[in-house]
């Protein structure tokens, strides 16, 4: 069983930054994290969840994020994250972090396996 724990989210105004990290357990040790697919998605209220991007053997990001999110991963520290720039209020939503193994990238969630708590993302006018 793996465990997910999403942190860095918070009130930014409109054109700021955040950084979101996610740190995965049980289950991820010996060098295993690295054939998990991360996963990032979100979640505005009223709204179904979203794909954001991921990242396997190649990465993939959604349509309204792309050329403003990067999604990295540091396998030692059995981590992921998303650097989030130029940052809108639509971007506005819970943020969650999801894994499975495998190579290719999920945009569907039901795909995903684990998923964390989600950390909460607010982007002010």
């Known amino acids: 069983q793996v465990q997910l724990v999403e942190s860095g989210g918070g009130l930014v105004q409109a054109g700021g930054s955040l950084r979101l990290s996610c740190v995965a357990s049980?289950?991820?040790?010996?060098?295993?994290?690295?054939?998990?697919?991360m996963g990032w998605f979100r979640q505005a209220p009223g709204k179904e969840r979203e794909f954001v991007a991921g990242?396997?053997?190649?990465?993939d990001y959604g349509d309204s994020v792309k050329g403003r999110f990067t999604m990295s991963r540091d396998n030692a520290k059995n981590t992921v994250y998303l650097q989030m720039h130029s940052l809108k209020p639509e971007d506005t939503a819970v943020y969650y972090c999801a894994s499975v193994l495998g190579t290719w990238v999920y945009r569907v969630p039901k795909e995903y396996a684990y998923w964390g708590q989600g950390t909460q993302v607010t982007v002010s006018a």
């Open positions: 049980g289950g991820t040790s010996g060098g295993t994290f690295s054939r998990y697919v």
């Open positions: 990242i396997g053997w190649s990465e």
